[in-house]
């Protein structure tokens, strides 16, 4: 069974660094990509990013430039290094991974960045 956790959410100033973290359980995690989505409250979750099982990754536009993604070697943690925050990045971040057709999602960790 694949269970994802976030951490590492908090309050940040604007222009403020996080690190987010998303630990998964189950071996079957190392063999997929995974990716960071994020969602305010009433609003669609959107795509922040995604890595491959390959290392190979991708970001959306209004974070590029801001945001790594990597993955630790035994690919069972990745995180989400965020750098010079906007306001707008404000959102919970949620981690995920489709395996077999099933979307697995950790539970969230809200990032709020805020004077």
């Known amino acids: 069974q694949v269970q994802l956790v976030e951490s590492g959410g908090g309050l940040v100033q604007p222009g403020g660094s996080l690190r987010l973290s998303c630990a998964a359980s189950?071996?079957?995690?190392?063999?997929?990509?995974m990716g960071w989505y994020r969602q305010v409250l009433g609003k669609q979750r959107e795509l922040v990013g995604t890595?491959?099982?390959?290392?190979?990754?991708n970001y959306a536009d209004p974070v590029k430039g801001r945001f790594t993604i990597s993955r630790d070697a035994a690919k069972t943690t990745v995180y989400l290094q965020m750098n010079s925050l906007k306001p707008e990045d404000t959102a919970v971040y949620y981690c995920?991974?489709?395996?077999?057709?099933?979307?697995?999602w950790g539970q969230g960790t809200q990032v709020i960045v805020s004077s």
């Open positions: 890595i491959s099982n390959g290392g190979i990754i």
């Open positions: 995920n991974v489709n395996i077999a057709h099933i979307s697995y």
């Open positions: 189950g071996s079957i995690f190392r063999l997929y990509g």
